[in-house]
């Protein structure tokens, strides 16, 4: 009688493993691409929130900050964690505790920083008699109804700069 040795042969193993290999990878591929979305949706409802809040500033002080917040600060930052109505109007306390007082209006107590990798810090530069302002940031790719690429939110809403140039957004 002959004997019967039940398993697979060395050639159905590697196809095997060449076959989870190529679906693990692929899959990858589409959560990498998920996670840059979520980070640049997560870019836009910052900036959204910290214009809902440079509004109620403006509503109560008829001009918007004076302090300018560069890219190598950073909103959001360590530097520059709340928004209220001291000095130049971003303070950085992340205690909120130079927000009381005379001065006791808190209208963000806490600035998001930008979700890393990728994208730049968010840069805020008020125009000219404080009656406007800018804040660039990056798109990393394209998301909803935006392009990747730089852009500026100002009291208007937001647009593109330039054609994919992400200088404004970089200095």
């Known amino acids: 009688m ?12 590697l196809v095997a493993v060449g076959i989870i290999g190529v679906l693990a990878s692929v899959s ?16 836009i409802s910052d900036i959204k929130q910290v214009q809902n809040a440079l509004e109620a500033y403006y509503s109560s002080n008829n001009l918007y900050p004076s302090a300018t917040v560069a890219v190598a600060t950073g909103l959001g930052s360590a530097n520059f964690d709340v928004l209220c109505n001291s000095g130049a109007g971003f303070v950085a306390d ?3 505790a130079s927000c009381s007082g005379a001065n006791g209006v808190l209208y963000m107590a806490r600035i998001n920083e930008n979700p890393g990798p990728g ?3 968010y840069k805020y530069t008020p125009a000219a008699g404080n009656t406007g302002y800018t804040i660039n ?3 990393e790719t394209a998301t909803g109804s935006f ?9 208007d809403g937001m647009t593109r700069t330039g054609a994919g140039d992400n ?3 970089t200095t």
Request: proline residues 2%; hydrophobic residues 40%.
């Open 2 to 13: 002959k004997a019967h040795t039940a398993g697979f042969t060395l050639v159905e193993l």
């Open 28 to 43: 990858m591929v589409s959560v990498n691409s998920i996670r840059v979305k979520a980070r640049d949706s997560k870019r």
């Open 94 to 96: 992340t205690t909120d």
């Open 119 to 121: 994208g730049t810090k």
């Open 137 to 139: 940031f990056v798109l």
């Open 147 to 155: 392009e990747a690429g730089c852009y500026s939110a100002t009291p």
């Open 167 to 169: 200088a404004a957004c």
